[in-house]
């Protein structure tokens, strides 16, 4: 089993920068991955690790989208269906609902423009 690799590793793996970097720009966009630390090596700045998110975190026994739709929400001014259904890969529809359903469970409002905002406690 391999564990948390530097990115001079990963790289190599690779074997080509750009298509390692859309990599991994989108398995850290969709948390599959994240910093598990640094390496220091004996020259030069220290290399960062990264690591599956699941070897790092509980990240439960499924996916749980009423649960992820809440986190984002709380993580934004105010949001959109669209934002939602990007980040996390969504159609629309399915991003709508949970957002619809965070507004009848009195978690979020509808803003006038129709986005959604975290209710205050």
């Given at each position: ?22 990599a991994m720009s989108a398995l850290q966009g969709h948390l599959l991955v994240t ?55 969504w159609t629309t529809a399915t991003a709508r609902e949970h957002l619809d359903r ?20």
């Amino acid at each position: 089993m391999i564990g948390p690799l530097p990115a001079a590793a990963r790289r190599e793996i690779v074997g080509d920068r750009g298509r390692y970097d859309r990599a991994m720009s989108a398995l850290q966009g969709h948390l599959l991955v994240t910093s598990a630390g640094v390496k220091v090596r004996r020259i030069g700045w220290p290399a960062t690790l990264v690591d599956l998110t699941c070897r790092l975190f509980d990240v439960g026994d499924g996916p749980d989208p009423a649960y992820a739709a809440r986190r984002f929400l709380a993580t934004q001014v105010v949001t959109t269906v669209r934002e939602l259904s990007r980040a996390y890969g969504w159609t629309t529809a399915t991003a709508r609902e949970h957002l619809d359903r965070l507004v009848a469970a009195d978690v979020a409002t509808r803003t006038a423009d129709g986005g959604y905002r975290r209710r205050e406690a």
